[in-house]
């Protein structure tokens, strides 16, 4: 629990902003509420120690980075990063070389890109970053540094898919890409994403996956198994190694399954309700069928189906807020909002409770690089 507290705390801060927010009148009022909010996110997340798992591998690798002017004089094969996110890294260990400035530069560029798409799509910020924090945003803001900052730039790509502009759009997966080899998968979805697709069709796609996460049917390594063999010896390495390191020998009906359960049941009870409630909102409709589908088709690899479906977590910070507004009668709605306050807290709970995620400020103590990592192999294996 003590592990988890900072995180809970920021989730019922939110929480209580997003109520303050909603009985507040006027543009001003509001605005000072959504000045509190993503300064409080700047500073928890800007200024965050040694947290969670993969600062163990950012670390190292930006203490190792050279300046400039050798920079380009290294194969770009030998470049550990994106070359977006290695230029960022250089510049930010130009100006300043501490690894906690370019943690904090990277939460700034996080914050002013999320932000922007939140304006775009909700009227409450606050409600919009909590949950947005419990559904794969602490991970997004710790470990994925590379992942957030290519997501973030897709998310604010998203609007040229509605004003038909390909141009810009693929412009700005070409820079998501520079930071992380993942933005490859929006290339295609240009021409998918933005359709009215019949809810049947999708419905039966998502009982199909549910049986498969159920029976626990392994087709991820059936497919693979059908051409793996006509890979390089590497290759096949590299994915047999990926998809052992954390198979599931079963699948259980756990918190996290109900609530995907839920969340496609009302996705499908108010398909076109939610399609037809801003213009061609069929993007946020399709990335969470997208959401749900990935992970259940491919939960026999927990990181694999994490990562896909992180993807398209961002249809969960939307949708859900739309779905609030769907319900006819008060009560529907006020149960709805419980459902939310009370999944967040007990997702974060779930996601922070473990020695490696706790917290400290590096505005307020100080734990060196050696202190932490030696923390970081003792629990390492601890079961949450």
């Known amino acids: 629990?003590?592990?988890?507290?900072?995180?809970?705390?920021?989730?019922?801060?939110?929480?209580?902003?997003?109520?303050?927010?909603?009985?507040?009148?006027?543009?001003?009022?509001?605005?000072?509420?959504?000045?509190?909010?993503?300064?409080?996110?700047?500073?928890?997340f800007g200024f965050r120690g040694f947290i969670f798992y993969d600062w163990t591998s950012y670390y190292p690798e930006f203490s190792s980075l050279p300046d400039f002017g050798t920079l380009f004089t290294l194969n770009l094969l030998k470049w550990s990063w994106e070359p977006g996110f290695t230029i960022l890294g250089v510049l930010c260990k130009s100006l300043f070389d501490d690894y906690q400035f370019f943690i904090f530069i990277c939460c700034l560029?996080?914050?002013?890109?999320?932000?922007?798409?939140?304006?775009?799509?909700?009227?409450?910020?606050?409600?919009?970053?909590?949950?947005?924090?419990?559904?794969?945003?602490?991970?997004?803001?710790?470990?994925?540094?590379?992942?957030?900052?290519?997501?973030?730039?897709?998310?604010?790509?998203?609007?040229?898919?509605?004003?038909?502009?390909?141009?810009?759009?693929?412009?700005?997966?070409?820079?998501?890409?520079?930071?992380?080899?993942?933005?490859?998968?929006?290339?295609?979805?240009?021409?998918?994403l933005?359709?009215?697709?019949?809810?049947?069709?999708?419905?039966?796609?998502?009982?199909?996956?549910?049986?498969?996460?159920?029976?626990?049917?392994?087709?991820?390594?059936?497919?693979?198994?059908?051409?793996?063999?006509?890979?390089?010896?590497?290759?096949?390495?590299?994915?047999k190694a990926y998809l052992e390191m954390d198979s599931s020998a079963v699948s259980f009906i756990s918190i996290g399954y109900l609530e995907r359960l839920l969340t496609g049941i009302l996705l499908f009870c108010y398909f076109n309700k939610l399609c037809e409630m801003r213009k061609h909102n069929y993007i946020f409709v399709n990335s969470l069928f997208l959401c749900?589908?990935?992970?259940l088709f491919l939960s026999e690899f927990r990181t694999?189906?994490?990562?896909?479906?992180?993807?398209?977590?961002?249809?969960?910070?939307?949708?859900?807020?739309?779905?609030?507004?769907?319900?006819y009668y008060r009560n529907n709605k006020i149960l709805f909002i419980a459902f939310i306050g009370i999944y967040c807290i007990m997702r974060t709970y779930g996601d922070c409770n473990s020695a490696l995620a706790s917290y400290y400020n590096v505005l307020f103590q100080n734990q060196t690089y050696n202190e932490r990592l030696l923390n970081f192999r003792q629990h390492f294996n601890d079961k949450d």
């Not at 996080?110 to 409600?127: A, C, D, E, G, I």
């Not at 996956?209 to 390594?221: F, G, K, M, Q, V």
């Not at 749900?292 to 992970?295: N, P, S």
């Not at 977590?313 to 769907?326: E, P, Q, R, S, T």
Request: net charge positive; proline share 3%.
């Open 304 to 327: 694999i189906s994490v990562r896909c479906s992180t993807l398209f977590c961002f249809a969960y910070w939307i949708v859900w807020i739309d779905l609030i507004k769907c319900f």
């Open 292 to 295: 749900l589908c990935t992970f």
């Open 194 to 239: 933005n359709r009215k697709y019949n809810r049947w069709i999708l419905l039966s796609i998502f009982i199909a996956a549910n049986i498969i996460y159920i029976a626990h049917i392994p087709i991820l390594e059936s497919i693979l198994s059908l051409f793996i063999g006509r890979l390089a010896d590497s290759t096949q390495l590299w994915i």
């Open 109 to 192: 560029i996080n914050t002013y890109l999320l932000v922007k798409f939140f304006k775009r799509y909700v009227n409450n910020l606050p409600l919009a970053l909590m949950i947005f924090l419990a559904m794969r945003g602490i991970t997004l803001s710790t470990d994925l540094m590379r992942n957030s900052i290519s997501l973030f730039i897709i998310l604010n790509a998203l609007q040229y898919i509605i004003e038909k502009k390909p141009l810009p759009y693929f412009l700005l997966c070409g820079v998501a890409v520079m930071f992380h080899s993942s933005a490859l998968t929006f290339f295609p979805l240009y021409f998918l």
């Open 1 to 44: 629990m003590i592990n988890a507290l900072p995180y809970l705390i920021l989730i019922i801060f939110y929480g209580g902003l997003a109520i303050i927010h909603h009985q507040l009148k006027g543009d001003e009022k509001q605005t000072y509420v959504n000045v509190i909010s993503i300064g409080v996110y700047i500073i928890f």
